[in-house]
């Protein structure tokens, strides 16, 4: 049965830092590209960063370039994300989703992942 975990989300303050870590089982995961979404109460799931197999492929939406760091290794099947000069804005659910393919296609298409976490919240606080 695929499992995937994430953790790492809490309460922090504007400007402060979060690392969250999706670790996957049941499923394979070097070959697979992986994505971090998130939602906030009332809006729409939006795709923030994908990160190829090999991790040689990372995109990132946006409103999170420069601030927001993703890795994997997929050694340990976890994926991360380092989260920088937080913003209110970000407050979310943060998930994470596993593609059945190795590269990000459709980047931000939900439809896209096949399998997905039940998520992390993060608040930032102004």
């Known amino acids: 049965q695929a499992q995937l975990v994430e953790s790492g989300g809490g309460l922090v303050q504007a400007g402060g830092s979060l690392r969250l870590s999706c670790t996957v089982s049941?499923?394979?995961?070097?070959?697979?590209?992986m994505g971090w979404f998130r939602q906030a109460p009332g809006k729409e799931r939006e795709g923030v960063s994908c990160?190829?197999?090999?991790?040689?492929?990372?995109y990132y939406t946006d409103s999170v370039e420069g601030r927001f760091s993703v890795s994997r290794d997929n050694a340990e099947k976890t994926l991360y994300l380092q989260m920088d000069s937080l913003k209110p804005e970000d407050t979310a659910m943060y998930y994470c989703?596993?593609?059945?393919?190795?590269?990000?296609?459709?980047?931000?298409?939900?439809?896209?992942?096949?399998?997905w976490g039940q998520g992390t919240q993060v608040t930032v606080s102004s």
């Open positions: 989703a596993a593609r059945a393919t190795k590269f990000c296609f459709s980047t931000w298409a939900t439809t896209s992942y096949a399998y």
């Open positions: 049941g499923l394979s995961f070097d070959d697979r590209a």
């Open positions: 990160i190829s197999s090999s991790g040689s492929g990372i």
